[in-house]
């Protein structure tokens, strides 16, 4: 999918701690590389982790979908 875009970049807005698990909450923001048109989307990541290194990640359309895949609520 990044190849699709100019100037793809990753903003962080939140981070939560879920044991072996991080839920992040990012917005993804690139240039169309045919269109020009920017475009920049919202979405939730859960990254499971173990010995320190990122094993699955996932990600959801909401924090709630989030925040169960991760073992958590709100």
Sequence with gaps: MLDQFD???????ELTDAHDKVVASVTLRGRGRQS????????W???TLRDG???H??????RPEALEA????E
């Design 70 to 73: 991760a073992g958590l609520s």
């Design 7 to 13: 100037d793809a970049r990753t903003e962080i807005h």
């Design 45 to 47: 990541h859960v990254w």
């Design 53 to 55: 290194k990122v094993i």
């Design 36 to 43: 020009g048109v920017e475009v920049g989307w919202h979405v």
């Design 57 to 62: 990640g996932q990600g959801f359309a909401s």
